[in-house]
Antibody
Framework: EVQLLESGGGLVQPGGSLRLSCAAS????????MSWVRQAPGKGLEWVSG????????YYADSVKGRFTISRDNSKNTLYVQMNSLRVEDTAVYYC????????????WGQGALVTVSS | QSALTQPASVSGSPGQSITISCTGS?????????VSWYQQHPGKAPKLMIY???HRPSGVSNRFSGSKSGNTASLTISGLQAEDEGDYYC????????????FGTGTKVSVL
């Protein structure tokens, strides 16, 4: 059974850093493209960052480019996003999502990790 | 690149059909047949309901169907049921490395 489990969320001050983890089970992480998608409180979904499947190409939305870094540890089957220079507007639930091998859509999502940026 | 435009809310009575529109541009919805739809219940993760405009994943009711015309995609829910209440988001691949996927603004579906 495919499962994605995020961890690492919490309260951080503006300008601070946080690293989210997404532990994958039921499949081999490095054979799938993965993304982070966030949802601010009461708002819609926003794609934030992605990493290729076989390749390690990384992609970022303009809103986080230069501040966020996506990566994965194949030995731990875990996806990460390192978030630096956090802003109040980065407050959101962050979901990791698996892109289907068959097409450009997300077939599995984690339960989400809440990141709150506040002083 | 802006979020895809969806109506804020759509409602219907049990058994009725409703349609949610998703309007993008010639750079996203109109350019690719990579429109997907996600259902989200409060406090839960999104769930894939439709992919590649009109395909249903295994396990999703055939009451859900999708289509596209030009820059606008649509999700139709027929035989509306109480369990269909929730938020629905469309999404499109954009081909841009700066915003690979764009999501819709979201539609709250209410069953009267």
């Amino acid at each position: 059974e495919v499962q994605l489990l995020e961890s690492g969320g919490g309260l951080v001050q503006p300008g601070g850093s946080l690293r989210l983890s997404c532990a994958a089970s039921g499949f081999t992480l490095n054979t799938y493209a993965m993304s982070w998608v966030r949802q601010a409180p009461g708002k819609g979904l926003e794609w934030v960052s992605g990493i290729g499947g076989i390749s390690d190409d990384t992609y970022y939305a303009d809103s986080v480019k230069g501040r966020f870094t996506i990566s994965r540890d194949n030995s731990k089957n875990t996806l990460y996003v390192q978030m630096n220079s956090l802003r109040v507007e980065d407050t959101a639930v962050y979901y990791c999502a698996r892109r289907s091998v068959a097409g450009r859509y997300f077939d599995y999502w984690g339960q989400g990790a809440l990141v709150t940026v506040s002083s | 690149q802006s979020a895809l435009t969806q109506p804020a809310s759509v409602s219907g009575s049990p058994g009725q059909s409703i349609t949610i529109s998703c309007t993008g541009s010639s750079s996203d919805v109109g350019a690719y047949n990579y429109v997907s739809w996600y259902q989200q219940h409060p406090g839960k993760a999104p769930k894939l309901m439709i992919y590649e405009v009109s395909h249903r994943p295994s396990g999703v009711s055939n009451r859900f169907s999708g289509s596209k015309s030009g820059n606008t995609a649509s999700l139709t829910i027929s035989g509306l049921q109480a369990e269909d209440e929730g938020d629905y988001y469309c999404s499109s691949y954009t081909g841009s490395s700066r915003l690979i996927y764009v999501f819709g603004t979201g539609t709250k579906v209410s069953v009267l």
